[in-house]
């Protein structure tokens, strides 16, 4: 089974809209962290936004903000106004705990975001 | 904070050849991961280092794959007999401490021809 879902292969929006990425998460670890990273053209991986499965708020970054709904194991990244150089792919990841505490995070297939002017 | 560096940036080799690939982490990470990318999808986990130890494989580093760190430092991931099917990104990160999140390099992209 997927630990993680991201169900929209490619969203458009308009410079300074708002927009929505959604990933879902499988686990029955009480104690898990999900990750948000952007992947521009050049390949390199930056880290974006981190939220804990004990937080009591809803992460920010910025123009970053994770929706957190635990109940549903959604995770979905925000991103307010919206620039053109935020046109990339954008991965959703988490790291469950688990017995020797290795904690390795795993990747979803990821949401290419598309910027326009 | 110099980041993480991984050489080389490409490299191209011909089937059956032996490739190694190098990563230095962020100097006081203790944690090392080798992830392996294809076009269009998410990092896949290959293997972690705490340290020096090798503490976990995936089942996708078949036993053509050997990955080490010596004295904890930076890290050496070595395919053998290569096959087409390795042609990807392979990405290393680092961390430090088990939620801190993981700092990529650029990768080094493998081609097999």
């Known amino acids: 089974a997927q630990k993680i879902t991201q169900t929209q292969p490619g969203m458009f929006v308009q410079e300074k809209e708002a927009v929505t990425l959604d990933c879902t998460y499988d686990?029955?670890?009480?104690?898990?962290?999900l990750f948000w990273y952007k992947q521009p053209s050049s390949g390199e991986m930056i880290f974006l936004i981190y939220?804990?499965?004990?937080?009591?708020q809803n992460a920010t970054e910025g123009r970053y903000s994770l929706n957190f709904q635990k109940a549903r194991k959604s995770a979905n990244l925000v991103i307010s106004a919206s620039q053109l150089g935020d046109s990339a792919m954008y991965f959703c990841?988490?790291?469950?705990?688990?017995?020797?505490?290795?904690?390795?995070?795993?990747f979803g297939r990821g949401t290419s975001l598309i910027v326009h002017p | 904070d110099t980041g993480v560096s991984q050489n080389p940036r490409h490299k191209i080799t011909k089937r059956g050849q032996n490739v190694t690939f190098r990563c230095d982490p962020i100097?006081?990470?203790?944690?090392l991961y080798w992830y392996r990318q294809t076009l269009g999808q998410g990092p896949e986990f290959l293997t972690y280092?705490?340290?020096?130890?090798?503490?976990?494989k995936s089942r996708l580093l078949s036993d053509r794959f050997s990955a080490e760190r010596p004295k904890g430092s930076f890290s050496t991931l070595e395919i053998q007999r290569t096959e087409q099917g390795d042609s990807a990104m392979y990405l290393c990160a680092s961390s430090f401490g088990q939620n801190s999140p993981l700092h990529f390099g650029n990768g080094t992209r493998l081609t097999v021809t």
């Open positions: 100097s006081e990470h203790n944690r």
């Open positions: 686990t029955s670890d009480p104690s898990y962290g």
């Open positions: 939220q804990g499965s004990y937080d009591q």
């Open positions: 990841a988490m790291r469950e705990g688990r017995s020797g505490g290795s904690y390795i995070p795993t």
């Open positions: 280092f705490q340290n020096e130890a090798q503490l976990e």
